[in-house]
C-alpha cells in the first residue's frame, strides 16, 4: 500500500489520499482556476495517478502531498488548455457558419443565373451541358447516347460554357 495511515473513522483504508492531501489538492486545483464543480473529478484523477503508479510497480513518492499537489497543478493548466481548445473550436465552427450562410447565398445567387443562362441556350448546347455537368458523364458517353462524334460533343460544351461564363460575366454574378 502507498501509505500506511487510514483516513480516520469515516475514512477509506485504501485510499492513498489522506483527507489533508485531498483537501491540498482541492486548494490547488481550485487556485489553478477549475470550477468548483470539477474539483472532486480533478481529486479523483489525482488519486487515480496514484494508484497507476502503485499498479505499475513503482515506489510510492516520498512525499504524497507535494506530488499530489503537482499532479493537481498539471492537472488545473491541462483544464485551462482544454477549455482553450474548445473556446478555439467554437468560435471556428462559428466562422464557418457564417461562411456558410455568406457561400450559400452566393451559390443560390449564382445556381439562379446558370439555370437562366441554360435556358437561353441552344437545345443541342444545353442538352450536352447536361449531360456533362449535371449527369458526370464522359464526353465519350454523352457522344454514345446522341449518336455524335465525340468531337461535336467537345464542340457544343466548350461553345455553351464559352456562351454562359460571358453571359454569367455580364450579369456581374461571376
Do not use: C
Not at 60 to 82: E, G, K, T
Amino acid at each position: 500500500m502507498l501509505r500506511g495511515k487510514s483516513r480516520g473513522a469515516g475514512g477509506r483504508p485504501d485510499d492513498p489520499l489522506d483527507a489533508a492531501v485531498e483537501d491540498r489538492v482541492r486548494a490547488v486545483l481550485s487556485l489553478g482556476g477549475m470550477p468548483y464543480a470539477e474539483l472532486p473529478d480533478g481529486v479523483q484523477q489525482v488519486r487515480l495517478r496514484l494508484l497507476e503508479r502503485a499498479a505499475k510497480g513503482e515506489e510510492a513518492p516520498r512525499d504524497v502531498s507535494a506530488w499530489a499537489a503537482v499532479v493537481a497543478s498539471n492537472l488545473a493548466m491541462d483544464w485551462h488548455r482544454a477549455k482553450r481548445r474548445q473556446e478555439r473550436l467554437g468560435e471556428r465552427l462559428a466562422a464557418l457558419r457564417q461562411e456558410d450562410a455568406r457561400d450559400a447565398a452566393e451559390t443560390r445567387v449564382l445556381s439562379l443565373a446558370v439555370a437562366e443562362g441554360l435556358d437561353q441556350l441552344p437545345d443541342q448546347q444545353r442538352q450536352v451541358v447536361v449531360l456533362r455537368f449535371y449527369a458526370d458523364l464522359p464526353v465519350r458517353d454523352i457522344a454514345a447516347e446522341l449518336g455524335v462524334p465525340e468531337g461535336t460533343v467537345k464542340s457544343r460544351l466548350h461553345t455553351a460554357v464559352r456562351v454562359l461564363r460571358a453571359r454569367l460575366r455580364e450579369g456581374e454574378v461571376v
